[in-house]
């Protein structure tokens, strides 16, 4: 299981790759961290980073499969690496993410309809060339990159007493409450009620199967939450909480209209939670939000 | 002249009505302070809570005259402190700051083509009715407010050695020049080419009309450079440079495309005279740029 040694040395071995991204406290009691604006968009580069400089020889390439963020993320490691990268994505990936993915000079592959598509085909093609292969979000190296978020807003803001973490297969959260163990913060996780790996994997006592829809699904729709986020999760987050398609679209345009920040729906779904009432602060919380996402149209959050 | 301890009293004083608004670190040369998060979407509501703190009696209401931003910072500034007031604007105001306006449930007036018309209306109405005024850059506590964001700055990024700071009427950096006067750091004023209110004053040895129009107009369209920041400036700030309209566009582009930051045109002018090489920085600076506004469509900057 991930421990807060493996994301020490993950953000040492990373923290001149990536943005510490800064905080915004709305209220002494609300504080944001933008992780929206790291490099890439969103918080992936972490685990990206973290998996590719952990890997050594580069030289066969690099292969993943992606919604569209994590392609974004290995692809911008890879080309700041010196690597190939040939990234698979299926057919609902967004537009924005698949011109950002060309943009960091990766090989993008298009096919299939759904994530679980495109990773069968990343694996056939890491067999045939033996390229590196970054998961989204079950690989231990993942999970480490994605923990150090929490590392640096434990630093930064010390007193938080829960921190409201999206959820789409889990390497985020359980990279974060890897760190967070036994620290006396509250991860709390949050889904859309259309896409609710999570949920569905704590009722199950394993990972389980899921459709996926919604808003956010580019983002979040992982159709099972990963196998070692699970483990870390079932003992560490303390409550999943569920929003609704028009809660996060709401929680994007609040996040506009009252701090300039723009967030993809995936990105909102945190502070959706907390502006739905999903999650309700118990007297004397701090509230930690993180707003983990911004490659979208900036135009649709206004 | 305004001072450190007016700034450091100012800062004292509002300092809970404001947000201390993030750095973000793009290299470790080069560090932007993210005002256009602030409440309001601009620097601007800290010279009006500077003012109507100091002000005491709000009780004959609050007016200020206003190409938009500052408007939408006094009435913030009046609807926090429970104080009416009533907001001049000329016809040229951009629709998303008179909207921002109205939702802090201020009085709207349009009127007159220029800035200046609405500041005569306002004097006006401020004679026929005791309000206390606040002017959207000469006067005193408006310049020692908007210099609480080179305290900040200075406190949260002690090794800078060059600051970028865009000017229209200079409430805004006058304020910052007097915060870093004698401290080692160079204050760069960056003008549109189309609005130079600074650059005339500096020519001329005193503050003279200017033509005013371009993209940041609404935000920057100043038609002379204040009085009292005037004589600051012209001991404290280092060089003044100037902007064309697309190095501002181009600079709005790269903030949302690298750092997913979205900036009003006038917010973007510092970030601009950097990426076009209107101010080049020695071998050596770690450089500070501030986005100091973000009041417009988020789909403008995509």
Known sequence: MTTRTDIETAHARIRTDIRRTPLLWLDPALCLKLECLQRGGTFKPRGAFNRLRSAG???????????GNHGVAT???????????????????????RTRILAHGANLVVGGATYFDALAASTKHAEATGAVVVHAYDQPEVLAGQGTVALEWQQDAPGLTHVLVAVGGGGLIGGMAAWYAGQGVQVIAVEPETSRA????????????????????????ARSAGALMFEIARHHVAQCVLVADDAITAAQKHLWQTAQVVAEPGGAAAMAALLCGAFVPPPGARVGVLVCGANCDPGSVG
Do not use: C, N, T
């Not at 020889?57 to 690099?62: E, F, H, I, M, Q």
């Not at 692809?75 to 993410?97: H, M, N, T, W, Y």
């Not at 994997?201 to 979040?220: N, Y």
């Open 198 to 221: 999570l949920h569905a994997a704590m009722q199950a006592g394993r990972p389980v199967d899921v459709p996926v829809s919604g808003v956010a699904a580019d983002s979040l729709g």
């Open 57 to 67: 020889d580069l030289s066969r390439g690099v292969v993943a499969a992606s919604g």
């Open 75 to 97: 692809a911008l490691a890879a080309q700041a690496l010196g690597a190939r990268a040939d990234i698979f994505v299926p057919e609902i990936s967004a537009a924005a993410k």
